[in-house]
């Protein structure tokens, strides 16, 4: 049976300092069915916000009050969940405009017009406040389903992972998460959030490469009404929207150096400044942090400071290629199947062998990633339940049987032979030295040749074969020669 999304309650929240308001919102909504609840000012209603489970659907706020402003209110819901819709009661128009600038879905004059009035925008803010949820929540199991991807587990590099994240995720440590594109440093991240007692508040991303130095600040720090041209309204700034939850700095690498000496007395500090503004604001954010790029060679070279790459670099999670786990690949491929299958309804159950085995060959430089895009389309594409080779892209199909397929499959146009052999020569040295867990004796026994041949052989052809520590003992190496067939130097 298919998961259908929960539908917030009928529940409001109403905020106002005057007593008779509140009595009177609350006999009027209790008549339509809605649970009321009730706050004299803006102290208890963030109060109330925070610790409300499920998130209240609609709060209706007064926008003057005692102890603070509506605008305090309205971002303290926003900040809870998205899906919050509050209105604003006010008699100041001008107010009312700022707030819904800001993220309210609608406002009320005071005085009413009607008590009938106030009902129907509550009502509408309930509907929108329902298809946000569901909306939510679907993206939720989407979500929940890449995340399940990411996490397959059966090699031993992806299990250290699980076994950091399952030591920090409760902590409130910063965390680096590096790897190459496509190998699930987002995903990683949002399992840390998801697993920590902030999974409840937001998790927000920035990706540190996406935008100029001056919209970069403004978008991390805030900022206010008019401090630059363009500052039409006020900005919160990421930093802020996240308070309570968990902010992922992506391609921190990139981050000016200007704002990495700002980031970093965020992290000391704990406060934050918005731009234009001379408050500062105590921020309870956990910092995590991303990267694809050698992030020590840009400290080496003055391009990223040393002391918040040591401020970031708490704990650190380094995710391997997908070239190096290639145990997880059967499960990948079926979680990616069953996920894509279901997305496109299409009756996608399996892999034929001989797609399997060219996808095995295939060295991944876009990981999982790549992987995942390879199914989509192979599911999407496919006319039986079974995907076959036929299904899988020209430069997939080409990693299977390299030999016989690249050296004895002569194409019509001819080749370059020499090319074809490296070609050949370095995927098998390559499938060697995976299948050794890169001892190169090892990888050396499996090709059939001496230690010394395959040491030429890898800087012949430029393969990235981790640390050579020499020769090993003459005895070793007059065996493996004795063992293997004649090479060539």
């Avoid at 699930?184 to 990706?207: C, Q, T, W, Y």
């Avoid at 992987?371 to 892209?393: H, K, M, S, Y």
């Avoid at 997939?396 to 032979?417: F, K, N, T, Y």
Wanted: hydrophobic share 45%; aromatic share 4%.
């Amino acid at each position: 049976m298919a998961e259908t999304a929960t539908a917030p309650p009928r529940r409001v929240l109403v905020v106002d300092d005057e007593p008779a308001m509140r009595d009177t919102l609350s006999m009027l909504f209790r008549r339509e069915g809605y649970d009321v609840v009730t706050a004299p000012g803006c102290v208890s209603a963030g109060q109330l916000i925070g610790s409300a489970e499920p998130p209240f659907p609609v709060v209706l706020t007064d926008l003057r009050m005692p102890d603070g402003d509506g605008f305090a209110v309205l971002e303290a819901a926003k900040r809870r969940s998205s899906a919050t819709e509050v209105i604003v009661m006010t008699a100041y128009h001008e107010h009312a405009y700022d707030a819904m600038k800001r993220g309210a879905y609608d406002f009320v004059s005071k005085p009413f017009p009607s008590l009938r009035e106030v009902v129907e925008r509550v009502q509408k803010a309930h509907e929108k406040a329902s298809i946000v949820a569901e909306n939510e929540e679907l993206r939720a199991r989407v979500g929940r389903g890449r995340e399940a991807a990411a996490w397959v587990a059966n090699s031993p590099a992806m299990r250290s992972v699980i076994e950091v994240v399952d030591k920090v995720a409760s902590t409130r440590a910063t965390v680096l998460i590096t790897g190459g594109s496509g190998t699930g440093k987002e995903r990683i991240a949002r399992i840390l959030h998801e697993k920590s007692d902030r999974a409840a508040r937001p998790f927000m991303v920035l990706n540190c490469a996406a935008l100029p130095e001056p919209l970069m600040e403004s978008e991390l720090f805030g900022h206010e009404k008019g401090a630059f041209t363009g500052a039409a309204s006020r900005n919160p700034g990421v930093l802020r929207t996240a308070d309570g939850g968990t902010l992922l700095l992506d391609e921190i690498g990139e981050l000016p150096m200007t704002l990495q000496v700002k980031l970093l007395r965020v992290l000391q500090e704990r406060k934050v400044r918005a731009v234009g503004s001379n408050v500062e604001n105590d921020i309870d954010v956990r910092i995590l942090a991303a990267t694809n790029a050698d992030i020590e060679a840009a400290v080496a070279q003055g391009r990223f400071r040393t002391d918040l790459y040591y401020r970031l670099n708490v704990i650190r999670i380094d995710l391997p290629p997908l070239r190096e786990r290639k145990e997880d690949l059967p499960a990948l491929v079926e979680a990616f199947i069953r996920r894509f299958a279901r997305e496109h309804d299409k009756p996608v159950r399996g892999i034929a062998k001989d797609a399997f085995q060219a996808l095995e060959a295939h060295s991944f430089p876009g990981n999982v990633r790549e992987l995942e895009n390879i199914i989509e389309r192979a599911v999407a594409l496919a006319d039986t339940p079974t995907l076959g080779l036929a299904d899988l892209p020209a430069a997939i199909i080409g990693s299977a049987r390299p030999a016989e397929v690249q050296v004895l499959d002569l194409p019509a146009e001819g080749c370059h032979l020499d090319e074809v052999l490296a070609n050949v020569e370095r995927r098998l040295i390559l499938q060697a030295l995976e299948r050794s867990g890169s001892v190169r004796m090892a990888a050396a026994r499996l090709l059939g040749i001496s230690f010394r041949s395959l040491r030429y052989r890898v800087a012949k052809l430029a393969i990235d074969a981790g640390e050579d520590n020499g020769d090993p003992d003459e005895g070793e190496a007059r065996l493996s020669d004795a063992e293997g067939p004649p090479t060539r130097p």
